[in-house]
Each structure stands twice: as structure tokens, then as C-alpha cells.
């Protein structure tokens, strides 16, 4: 007979031998798990500035697509996510079909880059990969801005459009002053300059401790409850250990930058009211014609769909096209459906703008 809560002693008991039997053999399992790394395809450098490398993925067969496609991506997290592993790569997808793949990798700043700002990672990093892919391919540039690099080649293409072909941003936050941003929240109240004073460059400790605060349960107890479900499968455990690895190889973020950008987006919700100055230039939203693709993920809690679809109707385009996939904010390029959907769209959107 059922008690109350819908089961009886003897449910309970079964319940707990399974669950002894995994941990035994999980506890069998977890020797012959050897180091996991995240980043599935090969890859060769092909220009660098200081610590910054920019790579191009070497895929089976020699690109169809002529012109680049360039990834941007966040300065709080390293660049792999869109080629986490061979069965969860972004970057194998658009390979597969045909297309020139980089990346910048930004690396891990140190004390000396203290100082460097939002001009530096913009008008000499960024515009310093771009030229020299020109310089290879003899053309133009399509860019994919992801999350904060989202922010980054919105800004970009408003001040060297000529250089670019096609722009796609991926969960990238136009509007920052949502009502459902948690995160802007947060970084309103946060005297930046006492904190960027003080630490100078921001330790990713403290960042991830910030994203994980976000989904407190979520993020730092009902995942590990969940890792004793997949504690004796291998894959299932290597997948966790290496999104794991991934999470917390963070690089600190520079000072300054940090401090601009806070300031001009954050709080300022520069994107919206065009008051983001990157050196002695000020990025207008409407400036930007060439064509752009908004993906945006429905379940995101970092970058709310709404922030995203803000950039609707703020830019010069008459090329605007947005679309939404089920996920949060990494599932969007790492879940089966991701995988399915989000490459092909990219794909389909690129070459119908290829002429």
C-alpha cells in the first residue's frame, strides 16, 4: 500500500540498493576516466597581436565559401564552447558545410594588460583579424558576434562596416535594461570603479561565482545531485567533467575594459541610446546597413530574448532577419537540437547573401 507521498518502505528500499549499485560501480568507473579537454577540431594560427591568437579550423575538405567567417566571442569565457566536442561543434557543423571557419582566442590577460580598453579589443584586436583575413581572402568578412562579442561586432560593424559582408549575433544583449535581466540588475548597483580600483583586473572566481548566484539550485546543487544518475555511463560523466572544465577555465578580465564596459552598457544601456564611445568614436546602431541575422535562445536567463530582440528596427538594415531556438543560453550551440537547427539556419541565411 502507498503512503502519502505516493510510495511505501519497500520503494524506498529498491530505491536505495540502485542507488548504492551506481555509486559502486561509479566508484569503478572513475579510474579509467582520463583528462578531458574541450576543442574537437584542428586549428592553425594564422595571426597574433600579444597574447591574442587568431585561428583558422582546419576541417576534412577544403572550404566551398570563399569569404571568412569570423567568430567573436565573450572575453569572460574561453572561445571552445562552439567546438566543445566532436559531437556538440558548432564549428564541425559550419565546416561540414563549406565554410572558412576562425576564431579569436583573446587568451588569459594578465597584469599587464591592466589597461587595456574596449578601443584596444576593438579597433586593434578585432580590426587587426579582420584586416589580416582580408589580406588571405582578398575580400570582405562575415562576422558572428557571440554574447558579449555580439556587443562587440554590433560595435565594430557601426564603425568599419566596409570591412564586413554579413553580421550574425548569437544571444547578444541589445537592450541591457530588461525588466528580466537579473544580471543587469546586479551590475547597476556595483560601483565599478571602487571595484576595478581596488582589484584591477576583474579574477574570473569572482565572475563565475556571479553567473552561478544566478540559478543558485540549479547551478550549484541540483547538477551535481544529477551527476549521481550518470556516474556509471562514461560519455554521459566525460560530457559532464568536460563542460565542467570548461566553465571554470575562465581568463580574468581586464581592468579597464571591464570598467568601460560595465559603465556604457550595463548601466548606461548605451546600445539603446546610442551613448557607447569606443576612443574618440560613438557607435550609432543606425549606421550599421549590411545585412544582420539575430539568433536568440528562448530559455536564456543570461541574456533574456527580450534584450535581444531589441536590435529590431535600431539598426540601418533593411536585411534584418531574427530567429529564436528552444535552450538557454549555452544549450543554443551545444544540445541535439541545436546542432540540428542552428548551423543550418546560419548556413541557409549566408549563402543567400554569398553574391
Not at 96 to 102: K, Q
Request: hydrophobic share 45%; charged share 25%.
Amino acid at each position: 500500500m502507498k503512503g502519502p507521498l505516493g510510495f511505501n518502505a519497500d520503494d524506498l528500499m529498491q530505491e536505495t540498493l540502485a542507488m548504492q549499485r551506481k555509486l559502486m560501480e561509479g566508484l569503478q568507473l572513475l579510474p579509467s576516466v582520463e583528462d578531458v579537454d574541450y576543442g574537437a577540431t584542428a586549428r592553425e594560427a594564422v595571426w597574433s597581436d600579444g597574447k591574442v591568437v587568431l585561428y583558422r579550423f582546419v576541417g576534412d575538405q577544403p572550404p566551398v565559401h570563399a569569404r571568412p567567417l569570423l567568430i567573436v566571442y565573450a572575453l569572460v569565457n574561453r572561445p571552445y564552447m562552439v567546438d566543445l566536442q566532436a559531437d556538440r561543434s558548432l564549428v564541425q557543423k559550419l565546416l561540414a558545410l563549406g565554410h572558412d571557419v576562425y576564431v579569436l582566442d583573446w587568451g588569459y590577460p594578465d597584469r599587464s594588460e591592466r589597461y587595456l580598453t574596449l578601443e584596444d579589443y576593438l579597433l586593434r584586436y578585432i580590426d587587426g583579424a579582420v584586416d589580416a583575413l582580408r589580406a588571405r581572402s582578398g575580400g570582405t568578412v562575415d562576422m558572428l558576434g557571440i554574447c558579449q562579442g555580439g556587443v562587440f561586432a554590433l560595435c565594430y560593424a557601426a564603425l568599419r562596416q566596409a570591412k564586413l559582408a554579413n553580421l550574425v549575433t548569437m544571444v547578444t544583449p541589445v537592450d541591457f535594461h530588461t525588466a528580466d535581466n537579473m544580471l543587469s540588475h546586479w551590475a547597476r548597483q556595483v560601483d565599478v570603479d571602487l571595484l576595478v580600483d581596488t582589484l584591477g583586473n576583474i579574477p574570473a572566481d569572482l565572475m563565475n561565482s556571479s553567473y552561478l548566484m544566478l540559478k543558485p539550485f540549479r547551478l550549484n546543487v541540483q547538477k551535481y545531485v544529477g551527476l549521481l544518475d550518470i556516474l556509471d555511463d562514461k560519455a554521459a560523466l566525460e560530457d559532464f567533467l568536460r563542460m565542467e572544465k570548461w566553465i571554470f577555465d575562465s581568463p580574468d578580465l581586464a581592468g579597464e575594459a571591464f570598467r568601460e564596459f560595465i559603465k556604457q552598457f550595463y548601466q548606461g544601456n548605451g546600445l539603446m541610446r546610442e551613448g557607447v564611445q569606443i576612443g574618440d568614436e560613438r557607435v550609432q546602431l543606425s549606421q550599421v546597413t549590411l545585412p544582420v541575422l539575430n539568433l536568440y535562445a528562448e530559455q536564456d536567463h543570461l541574456v533574456p530574448p527580450d534584450a535581444s530582440r531589441a536590435l529590431r528596427g535600431r539598426i540601418g538594415s533593411t536585411d534584418y532577419t531574427e530567429s529564436s531556438f528552444r535552450g538557454g543560453h549555452i544549450g543554443i550551440y551545444v544540445s541535439g537540437r541545436a546542432q540540428r537547427e542552428v548551423p543550418a539556419t546560419l548556413h541557409e541565411w549566408l549563402v543567400a547573401r554569398s553574391g
